[in-house]
């Protein structure tokens, strides 16, 4: 026995239509320390998955017979249950097959044919690593966003005790002073002095509600969205319609900050972007998720196609969503304009329905 680590915790699925093959390489990784099941189908493999028995990967066959789901459609049914990593198994090599799985999200592809044992072994242990430092990624950026939070707080604390409270003291000596002394000359004066300062109270309150959004403040999510749409609504000038299906939705404050954030983010993107003539956000409840729909009328894009290098605000929205097993889908194009979907699970014992 060579000093490999044993994976003895992981499961993995085969999913093959050819029985025989499935059980052969179900051995193979049994000898390996893993655990391991089979599927003749997609739709076993679906079955299975939707009753519970979630596997750390599935080494997936792309064709599995004539008037059967395919690899394809079935790793795309059963990422919605869960986040699955896929490796892909084929005999199949031809350009066809190949082109068929181009935008598949998959963690390797390994030719099926007899002997090949030790290469599928070291595919899917490449494929354990790829998926621990894409775990790793995300834990590391929910930890910066979590930072950058703890230090918008603290600095919207420092802004309003201190800079707030000193404008007010400055404001009141110019109270004191306008009484203390001959009008003619000092009224423009200070006339002028108390703009600037409201002015810069105005500009601090602003600041503050962008470094410590309301969700810091209230638990309920719709409550805080209502509050920031309203808002962004007068700074913006653009109109904004907010619906929800429920009257208050309690996520707690970290969950909470990053839907909020999400949403932001899409709004900002609207009017950046989009220049759009109105814009929907819509909270609702889809089996045990939180759904929020921000569409706006704009210009659209192609998303892939944007992708860039400077752009972080979409793959933040996606990253938000995901600490929380969620997702963030976008649809747009140049007629309807652009729809982002995010998707938030929740378990609603906390939920007020609206009656
Ligand atoms: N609602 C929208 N309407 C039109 N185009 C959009 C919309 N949302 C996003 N886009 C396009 O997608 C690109 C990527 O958006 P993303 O939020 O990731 O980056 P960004 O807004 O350019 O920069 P930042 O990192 O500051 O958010 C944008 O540059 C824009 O071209
Ligand atoms: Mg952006």
């Given at each position: 026995?060579?000093?490999?680590?044993?994976?003895?915790?992981?499961?993995?699925m085969i999913?093959?239509?050819?029985?025989?093959i499935?059980?052969?390489?179900?051995?193979?990784?049994?000898?390996?320390?893993?655990?391991?099941?089979?599927?003749?189908?997609?739709?076993?493999?679906?079955?299975?998955?939707?009753?519970?028995?979630?596997?750390?990967?599935?080494?997936?066959?792309?064709?599995?017979?004539?008037?059967?789901?395919?690899?394809?459609?079935?790793?795309?049914?059963?990422?919605?249950y869960?986040?699955?990593?896929?490796?892909?198994?084929?005999?199949y090599?031809?350009?066809?097959?190949?082109?068929?799985?181009?935008?598949?999200?998959?963690?390797?592809?390994?030719?099926?044919?007899?002997?090949?044992?030790?290469?599928?072994?070291?595919?899917?242990?490449?494929?354990?690593?790829?998926?621990?430092?894409?775990?790793?990624?995300?834990?590391?950026?929910?930890?910066?966003n979590?930072?950058?939070?703890?230090?918008?707080?603290?600095?919207?604390?420092?802004?309003?005790?201190?800079?707030?409270?000193?404008?007010v003291a400055l404001?009141?000596?110019?109270?004191?002073?306008e009484?203390?002394?001959?009008?003619?000359?000092?009224?423009?004066?200070?006339?002028?002095?108390?703009?600037?300062?409201?002015?810069?109270?105005s500009?601090?309150?602003?600041?503050?509600?962008?470094?410590?959004?309301?969700?810091?403040?209230?638990?309920?999510?719709?409550?805080?969205?209502?509050?920031?749409?309203?808002e962004?609504?007068?700074?913006f000038?653009?109109?904004?319609?907010f619906?929800?299906?429920?009257?208050?939705?309690?996520?707690?404050?970290?969950?909470?900050?990053?839907?909020?954030?999400i949403?932001?983010?899409?709004?900002?993107?609207?009017?950046?972007?989009?220049?759009?003539?109105?814009?929907?956000?819509?909270v609702?409840?889809?089996?045990?998720?939180?759904?929020?729909?921000?569409?706006?009328?704009?210009?659209?894009?192609?998303?892939a196609?944007?992708?860039?290098?400077?752009?972080?605000?979409?793959?933040?929205?996606?990253?938000?969503?995901?600490?929380?097993?969620?997702?963030?889908?976008?649809?747009?194009?140049?007629?309807?304009?652009?729809?982002?979907?995010?998707?938030v699970?929740?378990d609603?014992?906390?939920?007020e329905?609206?009656?």
């Amino acid at each position: 026995m060579s000093d490999e680590a044993v994976p003895q915790d992981k499961l993995i699925m085969i999913v093959d239509d050819e029985v025989v093959i499935g059980l052969d390489i179900m051995h193979l990784f049994e000898e390996r320390g893993y655990r391991a099941v089979t599927a003749s189908s997609g739709e076993e493999c679906e079955r299975q998955i939707a009753a519970g028995d979630v596997p750390d990967l599935i080494l997936m066959d792309i064709n599995l017979g004539p008037n059967r789901m395919d690899g394809r459609e079935t790793t795309r049914r059963v990422q919605e249950y869960a986040d699955i990593p896929v490796v892909l198994h084929s005999a199949y090599t031809d350009r066809a097959t190949i082109q068929k799985t181009r935008d598949m999200t998959k963690y390797g592809y390994v030719h099926k044919v007899p002997g090949n044992g030790e290469f599928i072994l070291a595919t899917v242990e490449m494929a354990f690593r790829l998926r621990e430092r894409e775990q790793m990624y995300r834990d590391l950026s929910a930890h910066i966003n979590d930072v950058r939070e703890e230090q918008n707080a603290f600095m919207a604390r420092e802004i309003h005790d201190d800079v707030g409270q000193s404008i007010v003291a400055l404001k009141m000596n110019l109270t004191m002073l306008e009484r203390a002394t001959a009008p003619a000359e000092t009224t423009p004066i200070i006339a002028t002095m108390r703009e600037a300062l409201d002015a810069a109270s105005s500009k601090i309150r602003t600041l503050i509600r962008e470094l410590r959004p309301p969700v810091a403040d209230t638990a309920d999510i719709v409550e805080a969205l209502q509050w920031h749409i309203r808002e962004f609504e007068k700074t913006f000038s653009v109109a904004t319609q907010f619906t929800s299906e429920v009257e208050r939705v309690i996520l707690g404050r970290d969950k909470s900050l990053s839907v909020f954030r999400i949403v932001q983010e899409a709004l900002t993107n609207s009017v950046r972007h989009g220049n759009p003539s109105e814009i929907s956000v819509e909270v609702g409840l889809e089996e045990s998720s939180l759904v929020v729909r921000i569409a706006d009328d704009g210009y659209g894009f192609v998303p892939a196609e944007n992708a860039s290098k400077e752009s972080f605000g979409i793959l933040g929205m996606q990253e938000r969503a995901q600490r929380w097993n969620g997702s963030v889908t976008i649809e747009s194009n140049s007629r309807t304009g652009t729809v982002v979907t995010a998707m938030v699970p929740h378990d609603f014992e906390h939920l007020e329905a609206d009656s």
